[in-house]
């Protein structure tokens, strides 16, 4: 900003600051990204090599937290009311998909049960949530946080 | 950045703002997908699904059942894969889980692919990543593997 310049017009946008912002707000929603998921975060298995299930919209979300708690979408529910809540979110869709996020930590009893519950509650089989082993930033991240 | 200045009316700046909407929109589109993206396996229980199973007679059904004895899985796993000492139950014969991939795919490989279905019965014990592995590791063996999952109750 040489002020004593003789004045000259500059007639491109200056857009360094714009960049600016986008930047930060790209930084911010990749810190936010894995939080909109519905539910809680747990600590999903990593497995090699997971089949892709897909976009999770259009199916219904278990989690079991490390708790052994259950959540649909991001209702805690309690074990008694879990088929009948389960009824509730399918609502109207012929054959919705269920899926269930187990934290890794559980007992594969904790998952069986809920796997039961599903099939009990009217649902043909069920996807089992993992997450590719190379994600370790992710992992290591919820690792360290327990 | 005063280039008129030398005269010159040639212009050095190469102009980002194409870049820049192709970039906001890669953008966009990866913030609205990565996150809802999921990755999974898919089981059934075959104690209300029969019916979406085939019948199938004893002798060919393939069960591999996962003991708390022979593959002690307490704790996720550390790492990747399993313990080494980790050995499970292919059709009552105790293999290294690590043959596993091998044994499902020369027991089921040969089958039309809507017969491929594996039993899978484990200890409740058992940590559910541990489980998951060896799900991962029976479905790497062939293609189409259809996991039942048996239950005691």
Request: aromatic share 4%; net charge negative; with cysteine.
């Amino acid at each position: 900003m040489r002020l004593g310049d003789p004045p000259k017009m500059q007639a491109g946008i200056n857009i360094t600051p714009l960049v600016d912002v986008v930047l930060v707000l790209l930084i911010i929603f990749m810190v936010m990204a894995p939080k909109m998921r519905k539910g809680p975060e747990v600590n999903l298995p990593n497995t090699a090599k997971p089949p892709e299930q897909g976009d999770e919209r259009g199916k219904i979300l278990v989690t079991i937290d490390d708790a052994g708690g259950l959540w649909i979408d991001d209702q805690p529910v309690a074990p008694e009311q879990f088929g009948e809540s389960l009824r509730a979110a399918a609502g109207a869709q012929p054959d919705p998909k269920v899926v269930i996020r187990g934290d890794a930590r559980l007992r594969f009893r904790q998952v069986r049960e809920a796997m039961s519950a599903v099939e009990d509650a009217g649902f043909r089989g069920v996807g089992l949530v993992a997450q590719r082993a190379e994600g370790k930033a992710k992992g290591d991240r919820d690792h360290a946080t327990q | 950045m005063q280039l008129n200045s030398s005269g010159s009316s040639l212009q050095s700046e190469i102009n980002i703002t194409p870049l820049v909407d192709v970039v906001l929109v890669l953008l966009i589109i990866f913030m609205v997908v990565v996150p809802l993206l999921l990755q999974g396996y898919d089981v059934g229980i075959p104690k209300t699904s029969a019916e979406a199973v085939p019948a199938q007679a004893e002798e060919v059904q393939v069960v591999l059942s996962i003991e708390l004895t022979a593959c002690r899985i307490l704790e996720p796993p550390a790492g990747e894969g399993l313990p080494a000492d980790c050995r499970v139950n292919l059709n009552r014969q105790e293999i290294p889980a690590t043959d596993l991939p091998a044994r499902v795919a020369e027991i089921l490989g040969g089958r039309p692919l809507e017969n491929r279905v594996l039993f899978l019965a484990a200890d409740d014990r058992l940590n559910y990543e541990g489980v998951l592995r060896i799900v991962d590791l029976a479905k790497s063996g062939v293609d189409n593997l259809q996991i039942e999952f048996l239950t005691a109750d």
